[in-house]
Protein backbone atom coordinates (compact mmCIF):
# COMPACT_ATOMS: atom_id res chain seq x y z
CA UNK A 1 0.00 0.00 0.00
CA UNK A 2 1.08 3.57 -0.94
CA UNK A 3 2.38 5.62 1.75
CA UNK A 4 0.33 8.57 2.88
CA UNK A 5 2.13 11.84 3.16
CA UNK A 6 0.46 14.58 5.00
CA UNK A 7 2.00 18.13 4.92
CA UNK A 8 3.64 19.23 8.68
CA UNK A 9 1.66 22.46 7.97
CA UNK A 10 -1.50 20.68 7.47
CA UNK A 11 -1.02 18.61 11.09
CA UNK A 12 0.43 22.00 12.68
CA UNK A 13 -2.34 23.64 12.19
CA UNK A 14 -5.44 20.80 12.73
CA UNK A 15 -3.71 20.46 15.91
CA UNK A 16 -4.10 24.33 16.84
CA UNK A 17 -7.49 24.54 15.34
CA UNK A 18 -9.22 24.69 18.97
CA UNK A 19 -6.28 27.20 20.20
CA UNK A 20 -7.19 31.06 20.74
CA UNK A 21 -5.13 33.63 19.05
CA UNK A 22 -4.49 34.79 22.65
CA UNK A 23 -3.27 31.34 23.46
CA UNK A 24 -0.85 30.37 20.39
CA UNK A 25 0.64 34.02 20.82
CA UNK A 26 1.13 33.37 24.99
CA UNK A 27 2.87 30.01 23.57
CA UNK A 28 5.17 31.99 21.06
CA UNK A 29 5.69 34.72 23.42
CA UNK A 30 6.03 32.71 26.59
CA UNK A 31 9.38 33.94 27.68
CA UNK A 32 8.63 37.49 26.99
CA UNK A 33 5.58 37.71 28.99
CA UNK A 34 6.85 35.30 31.51
CA UNK A 35 9.48 38.18 32.25
CA UNK A 36 6.34 40.73 32.10
CA UNK A 37 4.27 39.30 34.30
CA UNK A 38 6.82 38.09 36.78
CA UNK A 39 8.56 41.91 37.01
CA UNK A 40 4.87 43.45 37.73
CA UNK A 41 4.67 43.67 41.05
CA UNK A 42 0.62 42.81 40.44
CA UNK A 43 0.15 42.11 36.87
CA UNK A 44 -3.08 44.01 35.57
CA UNK A 45 -5.13 41.87 33.91
CA UNK A 46 -7.42 44.14 32.85
CA UNK A 47 -4.72 46.05 30.59
CA UNK A 48 -3.48 43.63 29.60
CA UNK A 49 -6.69 42.63 28.43
CA UNK A 50 -7.23 45.81 26.68
CA UNK A 51 -3.94 45.62 25.08
CA UNK A 52 -4.49 42.02 23.68
CA UNK A 53 -7.93 42.85 22.30
CA UNK A 54 -6.08 46.28 20.53
CA UNK A 55 -4.45 43.16 18.55
CA UNK A 56 -7.37 41.20 18.08
CA UNK A 57 -5.68 38.38 20.19
CA UNK A 58 -9.13 37.17 20.95
CA UNK A 59 -10.28 34.19 22.94
CA UNK A 60 -11.11 30.91 21.28
CA UNK A 61 -15.30 32.74 20.21
CA UNK A 62 -13.55 35.43 18.84
CA UNK A 63 -14.30 38.05 21.55
CA UNK A 64 -12.13 40.39 23.09
CA UNK A 65 -10.58 38.53 26.25
CA UNK A 66 -11.59 39.77 29.33
CA UNK A 67 -8.63 40.43 32.32
CA UNK A 68 -9.53 36.52 33.71
CA UNK A 69 -9.43 34.98 30.29
CA UNK A 70 -5.93 36.57 30.14
CA UNK A 71 -5.45 34.91 33.38
CA UNK A 72 -6.31 31.80 32.64
CA UNK A 73 -5.24 31.38 29.18
CA UNK A 74 -1.40 32.43 30.81
CA UNK A 75 -2.17 29.83 33.80
CA UNK A 76 -2.57 26.63 30.84
CA UNK A 77 -0.10 28.11 28.62
CA UNK A 78 2.52 27.84 31.89
CA UNK A 79 0.98 24.44 32.15
CA UNK A 80 1.64 23.31 28.76
CA UNK A 81 5.01 24.45 29.13
CA UNK A 82 5.54 22.75 32.30
CA UNK A 83 4.43 19.49 30.54
CA UNK A 84 6.89 20.19 27.60
CA UNK A 85 9.80 21.14 29.71
CA UNK A 86 9.25 17.66 31.81
CA UNK A 87 8.86 15.48 28.45
CA UNK A 88 11.89 17.51 27.08
CA UNK A 89 14.18 16.49 30.21
CA UNK A 90 12.42 12.57 29.97
CA UNK A 91 14.23 12.81 26.03
CA UNK A 92 17.21 14.11 27.41
CA UNK A 93 17.66 11.24 29.88
CA UNK A 94 17.03 8.71 26.44
CA UNK A 95 19.12 10.92 24.32
CA UNK A 96 22.58 10.55 26.44
CA UNK A 97 22.16 6.48 26.01
CA UNK A 98 22.00 6.85 22.31
CA UNK A 99 21.99 10.09 20.04
CA UNK A 100 19.42 10.01 17.06
CA UNK A 101 21.46 11.75 14.50
CA UNK A 102 19.61 14.89 13.57
CA UNK A 103 16.15 15.08 11.48
CA UNK A 104 16.83 14.86 7.89
CA UNK A 105 14.91 18.49 7.49
CA UNK A 106 17.39 19.98 9.68
CA UNK A 107 20.12 18.43 7.24
CA UNK A 108 18.47 20.04 4.32
CA UNK A 109 18.30 23.61 5.96
CA UNK A 110 22.30 23.48 5.72
CA UNK A 111 23.15 23.17 9.35
CA UNK A 112 24.28 26.34 10.60
CA UNK A 113 25.78 25.68 13.85
CA UNK A 114 24.29 29.10 15.17
CA UNK A 115 20.86 28.40 13.92
CA UNK A 116 20.01 25.61 16.23
CA UNK A 117 18.25 26.21 19.20
CA UNK A 118 19.69 25.32 22.69
CA UNK A 119 19.31 22.16 24.42
CA UNK A 120 16.37 22.58 27.01
CA UNK A 121 14.63 24.90 25.13
CA UNK A 122 11.13 23.81 25.23
CA UNK A 123 10.01 25.65 22.23
CA UNK A 124 13.01 24.19 19.76
CA UNK A 125 11.42 22.93 16.73
CA UNK A 126 13.18 21.28 14.31
CA UNK A 127 13.65 23.26 10.65
CA UNK A 128 11.83 21.83 8.27
CA UNK A 129 12.93 22.27 3.88
CA UNK A 130 10.87 25.57 2.96
CA UNK A 131 7.88 24.36 0.32
CA UNK A 132 5.87 26.82 -1.42
CA UNK A 133 2.63 26.25 -2.99
CA UNK A 134 -0.03 28.01 -4.26
CA UNK A 135 -2.53 28.89 -1.32
CA UNK A 136 -6.24 28.14 -2.09
CA UNK A 137 -9.14 29.65 0.22
CA UNK A 138 -10.85 27.03 2.59
CA UNK A 139 -14.67 26.47 1.57
CA UNK A 140 -16.92 26.85 4.75
CA UNK A 141 -17.19 23.69 5.12
CA UNK A 142 -13.41 22.89 5.55
CA UNK A 143 -12.95 25.01 8.14
CA UNK A 144 -13.66 24.12 11.68
CA UNK A 145 -14.55 27.56 12.71
CA UNK A 146 -17.27 28.04 10.71
CA UNK A 147 -20.65 26.31 12.31
CA UNK A 148 -22.59 27.45 9.45
CA UNK A 149 -25.49 29.50 11.41
CA UNK A 150 -25.91 32.68 9.95
CA UNK A 151 -25.44 34.47 13.21
CA UNK A 152 -22.16 34.59 15.41
CA UNK A 153 -21.90 31.69 17.65
CA UNK A 154 -23.10 31.84 21.32
CA UNK A 155 -21.57 32.67 24.16
CA UNK A 156 -20.70 29.31 25.55
CA UNK A 157 -18.14 28.30 27.89
CA UNK A 158 -15.35 25.46 26.70
CA UNK B 1 -9.70 55.52 -5.25
CA UNK B 2 -6.01 55.10 -6.53
CA UNK B 3 -4.03 58.09 -6.99
CA UNK B 4 -0.63 59.81 -7.68
CA UNK B 5 0.67 62.95 -7.48
CA UNK B 6 2.13 65.24 -10.10
CA UNK B 7 5.54 67.07 -10.11
CA UNK B 8 3.34 69.89 -9.18
CA UNK B 9 1.74 67.94 -5.91
CA UNK B 10 -1.53 67.79 -7.68
CA UNK B 11 -3.21 64.40 -7.59
CA UNK B 12 -4.03 62.53 -10.97
CA UNK B 13 -5.98 59.74 -11.73
CA UNK B 14 -3.77 56.48 -12.68
CA UNK B 15 -4.28 54.81 -16.23
CA UNK B 16 -5.49 51.10 -15.51
CA UNK B 17 -2.47 49.06 -16.93
CA UNK B 18 -3.33 45.56 -17.95
CA UNK B 19 -2.24 42.71 -15.78
CA UNK B 20 1.20 41.25 -16.44
CA UNK B 21 2.34 37.35 -15.64
CA UNK B 22 5.45 39.30 -13.80
CA UNK B 23 5.91 37.49 -10.60
CA UNK B 24 5.38 39.95 -7.01
CA UNK B 25 6.80 39.67 -3.42
CA UNK B 26 4.11 42.06 -1.81
CA UNK B 27 4.58 42.64 1.79
CA UNK B 28 2.64 44.27 4.02
CA UNK B 29 3.65 46.95 6.76
CA UNK B 30 1.94 48.50 9.57
CA UNK B 31 1.16 48.15 13.43
CA UNK B 32 -0.68 45.76 14.75
CA UNK B 33 -4.65 45.64 13.71
CA UNK B 34 -4.65 48.08 11.05
CA UNK B 35 -5.74 45.56 8.31
CA UNK B 36 -2.44 43.87 7.09
CA UNK B 37 -4.43 40.36 6.92
CA UNK B 38 -7.25 41.84 5.40
CA UNK B 39 -5.64 43.20 2.44
CA UNK B 40 -3.44 40.00 2.21
CA UNK B 41 -6.94 38.30 2.18
CA UNK B 42 -8.64 40.49 -0.38
CA UNK B 43 -5.25 40.49 -2.65
CA UNK B 44 -5.27 36.49 -2.36
CA UNK B 45 -9.04 35.71 -3.05
CA UNK B 46 -8.93 38.50 -5.83
CA UNK B 47 -6.47 36.73 -7.79
CA UNK B 48 -7.74 33.15 -7.38
CA UNK B 49 -11.11 34.08 -8.49
CA UNK B 50 -9.05 35.40 -11.66
CA UNK B 51 -7.36 32.01 -12.29
CA UNK B 52 -3.89 33.28 -10.79
CA UNK B 53 -2.01 31.27 -8.57
CA UNK B 54 -0.57 33.11 -5.20
CA UNK B 55 1.71 31.72 -2.40
CA UNK B 56 0.62 33.51 1.01
CA UNK B 57 3.61 33.62 3.67
CA UNK B 58 2.36 34.43 7.04
CA UNK B 59 5.44 36.03 9.55
CA UNK B 60 2.81 37.80 11.66
CA UNK B 61 3.85 36.44 15.07
CA UNK B 62 1.28 38.22 17.36
CA UNK B 63 -1.67 36.70 15.06
CA UNK B 64 -0.80 34.47 12.46
CA UNK B 65 -5.00 33.78 11.70
CA UNK B 66 -4.45 33.58 7.62
CA UNK B 67 -3.99 29.76 7.59
CA UNK B 68 -7.51 29.67 9.26
CA UNK B 69 -8.68 30.93 5.74
CA UNK B 70 -5.94 29.46 3.45
CA UNK B 71 -4.87 26.17 2.50
CA UNK B 72 -0.72 25.69 2.40
CA UNK B 73 0.09 29.09 4.08
CA UNK B 74 3.88 29.35 5.18
CA UNK B 75 5.28 30.10 8.17
CA UNK B 76 8.47 30.56 10.14
CA UNK B 77 8.73 27.10 12.09
CA UNK B 78 9.37 29.49 15.67
CA UNK B 79 8.99 33.04 16.13
CA UNK B 80 12.49 34.13 17.08
CA UNK B 81 14.20 36.46 15.10
CA UNK B 82 16.76 34.12 14.00
CA UNK B 83 14.43 31.65 12.54
CA UNK B 84 12.31 34.39 10.98
CA UNK B 85 15.29 35.74 9.12
CA UNK B 86 16.38 32.62 8.25
CA UNK B 87 12.74 31.93 6.82
CA UNK B 88 12.59 35.13 4.81
CA UNK B 89 16.10 34.01 3.09
CA UNK B 90 14.49 30.41 2.51
CA UNK B 91 11.37 32.25 0.62
CA UNK B 92 13.22 34.52 -1.61
CA UNK B 93 15.59 32.04 -2.51
CA UNK B 94 12.65 29.54 -3.32
CA UNK B 95 10.20 32.53 -4.85
CA UNK B 96 13.23 33.34 -7.46
CA UNK B 97 13.34 29.70 -8.58
CA UNK B 98 9.98 29.05 -8.76
CA UNK B 99 9.15 32.25 -10.43
CA UNK B 100 6.04 32.48 -7.91
CA UNK B 101 3.88 35.17 -7.03
CA UNK B 102 3.80 35.38 -3.13
CA UNK B 103 1.90 37.73 -0.59
CA UNK B 104 4.18 38.01 2.22
CA UNK B 105 2.41 39.52 5.74
CA UNK B 106 4.42 40.55 7.99
CA UNK B 107 3.45 41.49 11.92
CA UNK B 108 2.65 44.71 13.16
CA UNK B 109 5.34 46.61 13.74
CA UNK B 110 8.26 43.76 12.89
CA UNK B 111 11.76 44.99 12.44
CA UNK B 112 13.31 41.66 11.42
CA UNK B 113 11.76 42.21 7.93
CA UNK B 114 13.48 45.81 7.65
CA UNK B 115 16.99 44.41 8.71
CA UNK B 116 16.43 41.65 6.50
CA UNK B 117 15.36 43.71 3.23
CA UNK B 118 18.38 46.80 4.35
CA UNK B 119 20.70 44.08 4.78
CA UNK B 120 20.58 42.19 0.99
CA UNK B 121 18.72 45.36 -0.46
CA UNK B 122 15.94 43.11 -1.46
CA UNK B 123 14.10 45.63 -4.03
CA UNK B 124 17.27 45.71 -5.99
CA UNK B 125 17.81 42.01 -6.08
CA UNK B 126 13.83 41.57 -7.01
CA UNK B 127 14.30 43.43 -9.99
CA UNK B 128 17.73 42.13 -11.03
CA UNK B 129 15.64 38.26 -10.75
CA UNK B 130 12.51 40.02 -12.56
CA UNK B 131 10.26 39.85 -9.28
CA UNK B 132 8.64 43.01 -9.12
CA UNK B 133 8.71 44.05 -5.10
CA UNK B 134 5.63 45.53 -4.10
CA UNK B 135 5.45 47.48 -0.38
CA UNK B 136 1.65 47.93 0.91
CA UNK B 137 1.50 49.75 3.94
CA UNK B 138 -1.63 50.04 6.38
CA UNK B 139 -2.91 53.15 8.07
CA UNK B 140 -5.60 54.18 10.05
CA UNK B 141 -6.65 57.51 11.28
CA UNK B 142 -4.48 57.98 13.64
CA UNK B 143 -1.38 59.81 13.22
CA UNK B 144 0.95 57.18 14.95
CA UNK B 145 0.01 54.86 12.31
CA UNK B 146 2.27 56.07 10.14
CA UNK B 147 5.07 55.54 12.59
CA UNK B 148 6.33 51.91 10.66
CA UNK B 149 6.16 54.02 6.96
CA UNK B 150 8.04 56.59 8.41
CA UNK B 151 10.91 53.96 9.84
CA UNK B 152 10.57 51.85 6.53
CA UNK B 153 10.92 55.12 3.99
CA UNK B 154 13.79 56.48 6.43
CA UNK B 155 15.87 53.72 6.47
CA UNK B 156 15.43 52.95 2.77
CA UNK B 157 14.70 49.14 3.95
CA UNK B 158 12.28 48.76 1.00
CA UNK B 159 10.49 51.50 -0.53
CA UNK B 160 10.10 50.17 -4.14
CA UNK B 161 8.18 52.48 -7.01
CA UNK B 162 5.40 49.98 -6.24
CA UNK B 163 4.28 51.34 -3.12
CA UNK B 164 0.65 51.06 -2.17
CA UNK B 165 -0.66 53.33 0.80
CA UNK B 166 -4.03 51.74 2.37
CA UNK B 167 -5.88 54.55 4.23
CA UNK B 168 -8.46 51.73 6.41
CA UNK B 169 -11.53 53.62 7.06
CA UNK B 170 -12.55 50.53 9.25
CA UNK B 171 -10.91 51.81 11.89
CA UNK B 172 -12.26 55.18 11.31
CA UNK B 173 -14.43 54.69 14.97
CA UNK B 174 -15.90 58.32 15.42
CA UNK B 175 -17.98 58.15 12.42
CA UNK B 176 -16.17 61.00 11.02
CA UNK B 177 -16.07 60.98 6.77
CA UNK B 178 -12.88 59.32 5.41
CA UNK B 179 -11.90 62.64 4.64
CA UNK B 180 -12.20 64.29 7.62
CA UNK B 181 -10.16 61.22 9.49
CA UNK B 182 -7.59 61.00 6.98
CA UNK B 183 -6.64 64.49 7.07
CA UNK B 184 -3.77 64.88 9.54
CA UNK B 185 -2.47 61.44 8.27
CA UNK B 186 -2.91 63.20 4.75
CA UNK B 187 -0.60 66.50 5.43
CA UNK B 188 2.48 63.92 7.26
CA UNK B 189 5.46 65.02 5.57
CA UNK B 190 6.08 61.04 5.72
CA UNK B 191 2.99 59.96 4.01
CA UNK B 192 3.59 63.03 0.90
CA UNK B 193 7.16 62.31 1.19
CA UNK B 194 6.19 58.69 0.27
CA UNK B 195 3.44 59.89 -2.54
CA UNK B 196 5.72 62.37 -3.72
CA UNK B 197 8.41 59.33 -4.67
CA UNK B 198 5.60 57.62 -6.69
CA UNK B 199 3.87 55.60 -3.81
CA UNK B 200 0.26 55.46 -4.30
CA UNK B 201 -3.08 55.75 -2.06
CA UNK B 202 -5.72 53.51 -2.14
CA UNK B 203 -8.68 54.16 0.47
CA UNK B 204 -10.12 50.64 1.76
CA UNK B 205 -13.84 50.66 2.27
CA UNK B 206 -15.40 50.16 5.67
CA UNK B 207 -17.31 46.94 5.92
CA UNK B 208 -19.72 46.73 8.51
CA UNK B 209 -19.93 43.03 8.74
CA UNK B 210 -16.33 42.53 8.81
CA UNK B 211 -16.02 41.13 12.58
CA UNK B 212 -18.54 38.70 11.74
CA UNK B 213 -16.64 37.26 8.46
CA UNK B 214 -13.47 36.91 10.55
CA UNK B 215 -15.31 35.60 13.46
CA UNK B 216 -16.67 32.50 11.35
CA UNK B 217 -13.30 32.46 9.13
CA UNK B 218 -14.91 32.73 5.62
CA UNK B 219 -13.64 34.14 2.42
CA UNK B 220 -15.40 37.11 1.29
CA UNK B 221 -16.57 35.22 -1.55
CA UNK B 222 -18.23 32.67 0.88
CA UNK B 223 -19.40 35.57 2.96
CA UNK B 224 -21.50 36.59 0.07
CA UNK B 225 -23.38 33.75 -0.13
CA UNK B 226 -24.03 33.19 3.46
CA UNK B 227 -24.68 35.74 5.89
CA UNK B 228 -28.19 37.14 6.02
CA UNK B 229 -29.94 39.14 3.12
CA UNK B 230 -28.65 42.76 4.68
CA UNK B 231 -25.07 41.47 4.98
CA UNK B 232 -24.79 39.40 1.93
CA UNK B 233 -25.52 43.13 0.28
CA UNK B 234 -23.26 44.70 2.39
CA UNK B 235 -20.32 42.58 0.92
CA UNK B 236 -21.36 42.84 -2.16
CA UNK B 237 -21.47 46.56 -2.11
CA UNK B 238 -18.53 46.28 -0.83
CA UNK B 239 -16.18 44.21 -3.19
CA UNK B 240 -17.44 46.00 -5.91
CA UNK B 241 -15.67 49.51 -3.81
CA UNK B 242 -12.73 47.53 -3.45
CA UNK B 243 -12.08 46.71 -6.88
CA UNK B 244 -13.00 49.31 -8.13
CA UNK B 245 -10.31 51.05 -5.90
CA UNK B 246 -7.68 48.86 -6.69
CA UNK B 247 -8.54 48.94 -10.46
CA UNK B 248 -5.53 51.37 -11.28
CA UNK B 249 -3.06 49.97 -9.30
CA UNK B 250 -4.00 46.16 -10.78
CA UNK B 251 -0.86 45.40 -12.32
CA UNK B 252 0.97 45.73 -9.48
CA UNK B 253 -1.43 43.54 -7.65
CA UNK B 254 -1.14 39.24 -7.62
Not at chain 1, 143 to 156: A, V, Y
Amino acid sequence: MAKKIIPVEDLVAAANARRSPLYVWMLENHAIFRVVVTEAIRPNWAALAQRFAAESLNDADGKAPTAETVRQTWWRVRKTLDARQKSAARRGQAQKVAPPPPPPAVQAMGGDPESKEAPGDVTAVPRRPLILKPARALAPDENPQDDGSKLPKPFHRR
Amino acid sequence: MARRPTEEGAVIEIDRVPDTPIPKLLVTHGRGGTGKSTCVRILAERAQAAGRSVVIADADRTNATLASFFSDVVRPDHPDDKTVTDWLDALVNQQAELMATVLLDMGGGDQVFKRFAQSIELVTLLDQVGIMPVALHCIGPDIDDLSYLRDIEESLAFCPTQTILVLNEGLIKDGRLGEAAFTEVRADPVYLAALKRGAVELVLPRLACMQEIVTRRLSFAAAEKTLTLTNKHRVSIWRRDVDKAIAPISHWLP
